[in-house]
């Protein structure tokens, strides 16, 4: 089997983790969530993230066959538009992105927005689906919850997860955003917890909680012994009833609607400004 090399790179405003991954034999990689850098008081966006992984993938002269989206973030603007313009590379994202579009849309007032074409982005995956990357052979597994697009990309042994599960000191991801269930998340977390106990877990946020040093990778079968909201033996009513109580008391991410409107078009910034809906609460 094909060696598979992972790069981690973190962007600490963001908590956000990017990996490149790659088989160095072959020489080829994919992005998997990138991030830009945007400040939402002044509204500037820079590319000193994305250019590092950027640095990293030339200096390591490797083609990027891929730039691929777990979901759409609702903490993070995504750099993958701005990457695919100085490397090339195919934009990927499971195919329900189109109910995250289809959901905000109006919140958001994305008149422009024609979801039926499928254009903003230049893969929707299906569930199961295959592809490569270079040598390696990537599958998609479905694994909503967190977000109705939410994807697991298994590489071999290794599982980008996106935001399904967190270290295990840190548990698993609120569902309350639109499209999202606490019902959906268990069983996307069983379908993970079905792959091999020795599979490598890579998770797009490291909140390091109590001050801790960054971690980023752990295994099924640990998550499955240790993960604070759900282990191995969790029932899911235990699970769901947790996870919604705890939802309620979280606050709207602050870059939830810059995040999303930026991230359903697949990283293009939209001409001008930036829209937050406004509502009333008198
Ligand atoms: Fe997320």
Redesign the pocket.
């Known amino acids: 089997m094909m060696t598979v090399s992972v790069e981690a790179f973190f962007h600490s405003s963001t908590s956000t983790l990017s990996y490149v991954v790659f088989d160095m034999a072959g020489g080829h990689c994919a992005v998997i969530d990138s991030a830009l850098d945007f400040d939402l008081s002044s509204g500037v966006v820079c590319t000193e993230f994305a250019d590092t992984i950027i640095e990293y993938i030339r200096s390591n002269q490797l083609t990027l066959d891929w730039i691929l989206e777990t ?1 759409a ?3 993070h603007l995504t750099a993958a538009s701005y990457i695919r313009s100085k490397l090339g590379g195919k934009i990927g994202v499971g195919r329900h992105i189109v109910d995250v579009q289809a959901a905000f849309k109006p919140l958001l007032g994305m008149d422009d927005l024609n979801i039926s074409d499928y254009s903003e982005f230049d893969h929707y995956f299906e569930d199961n689906e295959e592809f490569a990357i270079g040598l390696l052979t990537a599958t998609v597994l479905e694994t909503p919850g ?2 109705s697009d939410s994807v697991t990309y298994v590489v071999n042994h290794n599982a980008f997860i ?2 399904t599960l967190f270290m295990p000191d840190f548990g698993s ?1 609120r569902c309350d955003f639109p499209g999202g269930s606490a019902k959906q998340l268990f069983d996307s977390i069983q379908r993970i917890y079905s792959l091999a106990d020795s599979t490598r877990l890579w998770v ?1 946020h490291d909140y390091q909680p109590g001050g801790r040093e960054l971690k980023y990778q752990t295994t099924v079968g640990e998550s499955k012994t240790d993960n604070i909201h759900i282990k191995g033996e969790t029932p899911e009513t235990e699970f769901v009833e947790f996870r919604t109580e705890r939802d309620k008391q979280l606050n709207v991410p602050k870059l939830l609607y810059p995040s999303v409107q930026v991230n359903i078009l697949a990283g293009q910034l939209p001409d001008g400004f930036i829209k937050i809906p406004i509502s009333k609460a008198f």
Do not use: F, L, M, S
Request: hydrophobic share 20%.
């Open positions: 979901h973030h609702a903490d967190h977000t996106g935001d991801a797009c």
